[in-house]
């Protein structure tokens, strides 16, 4: 079955840190597609980045960074010198081609920038 | 303007009423889905449909009914609400491509108080 986790509850971390923010998945499919999404505290969720499971080219967009490993079954997120507007709840999810019609969202993480 | 709206954006209602809530969509995507997200779960899918004439009960759908009046329109009802139904609905919106890639996006949510 499909499963994602996220250990890391909430995070706290001092403006211009860098942090990262793990996500592992579980899966039986072959092809399958990986998401993060933001949710400030406004209360949206905000689409950031999908990858499929072909492709494991890290990405980079600004200040946030990708890092897909298929062996580990790991989508790690990191922002770089963070800011105050990064502060949000972060959800990694997963897709399956195959075997599943939807997403299945891990916990989130509370992500808290401090000035 | 939004390309995914939900009406109402907040309510308070007692238990034993019947609510719905609303979600219409500009996006012109065939799928809709409605999800609830309590904290420290993430978000759970209640019901998804792929087009019109095409409902899909997902993980949560107990004491839950929906209605796809047009592609644009897709509702919620509780139809006799309790307070464990008190949590933030959303509801999102994608367009097929590949089978499990979709990429959803979502509408600002409806938070969903039951006394």
């Known amino acids: 079955a499909q499963k994602v986790t996220q250990a890391q509850t909430e995070i706290s971390v001092v403006e211009k840190e860098d942090v990262t923010l793990d996500c592992v998945y579980e899966?039986?499919?072959?092809?399958?597609?990986l998401f993060w999404y933001k949710q400030p505290p406004s209360g949206e969720l905000v689409f950031l980045i999908r990858?499929?499971?072909?492709?494991?080219q890290n990405e980079i967009s600004g200040r946030y960074s990708w890092n897909f490993q298929k062996s580990t079954s790991s989508f790690n997120f990191t922002i770089t010198a963070s800011q105050v507007v990064d502060s949000a709840v972060y959800f990694c999810?997963?897709?399956?081609?195959?075997?599943?019609?939807?997403?299945?969202f891990g916990p989130g993480t509370r992500l808290s920038v401090l000035p | 303007d939004a390309d995914v709206t939900q009406t109402p954006r907040n309510r308070i209602t007692k238990t034993g009423k019947r609510i719905m809530l609303e979600c219409s969509q500009t996006?012109?995507?065939?799928?809709m889905y409605w999800y609830r997200q309590d904290p420290g779960l993430g978000l759970q899918l209640i019901y998804y449909?792929?087009?019109?004439?095409?409902?899909n009960k997902g993980e949560i759908s107990d004491g839950y009914s929906v209605s796809r009046q047009a592609q644009a329109k897709f509702s919620l009802s509780l139809e006799s609400a309790i307070p464990n139904q008190t949590a933030l609905y959303f509801c999102?919106?994608?367009?097929?491509?590949?089978?499990?890639?979709?990429?959803?996006?979502f509408g600002p949510g409806t938070r969903l108080t039951v006394l």
């Open positions: 996006k012109g995507h065939d799928r």
């Open positions: 999102a919106t994608s367009d097929p491509g590949l089978a499990g890639s979709d990429t959803q996006y």
């Open positions: 999810a997963l897709s399956e081609a195959n075997y599943g019609q939807n997403f299945v």
């Open positions: 990858r499929n499971s072909f492709d494991e």
């Open positions: 899966t039986r499919d072959t092809t399958y597609y």
């Open positions: 449909s792929f087009d019109v004439k095409d409902i």
